[in-house]
């Protein structure tokens, strides 16, 4: 494959591709590529990732990535993400798997076009749009307002069981249910 380094300013741009992803041998050949980030780094990152599989984690849910902000694009490939905490997070994805875990955001945007979307031990304000696909979203504290919006196919929401909130659900089609005892008012 060929990896490529481009410093702009302040920036650092890293890109890896294969080097010929039709080649049918390459199947059995995987490459790994491993990028260290100073533990003091605490601004903004943009991850790009077209195929395959691409993780980033803080130390462990006790010593997470902080950033100002963290912007995910994807279009399609599996992405693991853990142990993190932002001021804001941003993700659009057209297909693939998305996991994310012990995340923390002020305000968290999720915009998936169809395949996986399995969000666990999260905290912050969400806005979640998914054309179709799968949405799970299981919040560890729920501090703020959360908005789910899916126009074919499937979404989970696990709030805490002493979350205060209101419903406000709009269906055209399909079914929404709660495990909850819900107060129509």
């Given at each position: 494959g060929k990896v490529t380094v481009q410093e702009n300013?302040?920036?650092i741009k890293i890109k890896f591709e294969a080097k010929n992803p039709f080649n049918f041998l390459s199947l059995f050949n995987k490459k790994?590529?491993?990028i260290y980030i100073p533990e003091n780094y605490d601004r903004d990152m943009v991850i790009a990732s077209g195929s395959g599989k691409?993780?980033?984690s803080g130390k462990s849910n006790n010593k997470p990535i902080h950033l100002k902000n963290l912007t995910l694009n994807m279009s399609s490939g599996h992405v693991q993400i853990s142990n993190i905490i932002t001021d804001y997070f941003k993700q659009d994805g057209s297909s693939g798997y998305v996991e994310i875990d012990?995340?923390?955001?002020?305000k968290g945007s999720?915009?998936?076009s169809s395949g996986k979307l399995a969000v666990k031990d999260y905290s912050g304000q969400v806005e979640a749009q998914v054309t179709s696909g799968q949405l799970t979203l299981k919040m560890k504290k729920l501090s703020d307002s959360v908005i789910v919006k899916v126009n074919s196919g499937f979404a989970t929401l696990d709030l805490p069981a002493n979350a205060d909130f209101t419903l406000n659900g709009k269906i055209g089609s399909g079914t929404i249910s709660t495990n909850f005892s819900l107060i129509d008012s």
């Open positions: 300013g302040d920036s790994n590529l491993t691409l993780s980033f012990s995340f923390t955001t002020k999720f915009n998936m």
